[in-house]
């Protein structure tokens, strides 16, 4: 799987929206890339994934530029309990592909 | 729906005894789950790679007679630490993989199981 960069930390008024970024300039063009986010003490919950076209769903937007070197996580409107590691991954999909995960983005919302 | 149960969530032992852990996929049917332990204020590391009816695969330097894994349905792994001792103590997640008949191969996670081995 292709290594992935994100910031270590990163910090957001409550009720803005937060923009995560994830720099994936080796991925190859059968890999995938997932956010996951851990909250406290819990396990990692998936958010979304995409190939190379935006997509957005209930939780989040996730928009990889043209060129797939590089995507941004987008919460819309971040509430507290947004505080949490947001992992980026990229990974193959399909049977056995493992999940690396890094070190991922600290994001704090703060009130 | 894919909801993944962890039992027990959390769990102290003596060093020198065995702990089981479970995980099970509620509403779904995985034929590959996976282990992760993760230390504090470290990211999540895969242990082992488990298929139903097979034996698991386990990642370079993890050992496989310490860490015994179980896949033996379609919704239930175990993991059991043997003989503990207090370095295995740590945060162990397992993860479930639906079906590509579903259309994909995704992973969710459970809760976790927090050992301590005093």
């Known amino acids: 799987d292709a290594k992935t960069t994100q910031p270590p930390s990163m910090d957001c008024a409550e009720g803005r929206a937060a923009n995560l970024p994830c720099n994936h300039s080796?991925?190859?063009?059968?890999?995938?890339v997932y956010w996951y986010r851990q909250i406290h003490s819990q396990g990692p919950q998936y958010i979304i994934h995409?190939?190379?076209n935006n997509e957005t769903n209930e939780m989040a937007s996730l928009i990889i530029t043209e060129d797939r070197k590089s995507s941004t996580l987008i919460l819309p409107h971040a509430t507290l309990r947004d505080t949490a590691v947001y992992y980026c991954?990229?990974?193959?999909?399909?049977?056995?592909?493992?999940?690396?995960f890094g070190k991922g983005t600290l994001l704090t919302v703060n009130p | 729906g894919a909801v993944v149960s962890q039992h027990p969530s959390w769990v102290i032992c003596k060093s020198g005894t065995s702990v089981k852990i479970e995980c099970r996929s509620l509403?779904?049917?995985?034929?590959?789950m996976f282990w992760y332990r993760q230390f504090p204020k470290q990211s999540l590391m895969l242990m082992a790679t488990s298929n139903e009816g097979s034996k698991a695969t386990y990642e370079q330097g993890v050992e496989k007679d310490k860490f015994l894994i179980n896949h033996a349905s379609l919704t239930l792994s175990t993991l059991t630490v043997t003989s503990a001792h207090p370095e295995d103590s740590s945060f162990y997640i397992c993860?479930?993989?639906?079906?590509?008949?579903?259309?994909?191969?995704?992973?969710?996670f459970g809760p976790g199981t927090r050992l301590t081995v005093t």
């Open positions: 995409g190939l190379k």
């Open positions: 993860s479930a993989q639906t079906s590509g008949r579903a259309g994909s191969y995704e992973q969710y």
């Open positions: 991954i990229v990974r193959v999909r399909g049977s056995n592909y493992k999940l690396t």
């Open positions: 080796t991925i190859s063009g059968n890999e995938y």
């Open positions: 509403d779904f049917q995985a034929t590959t």
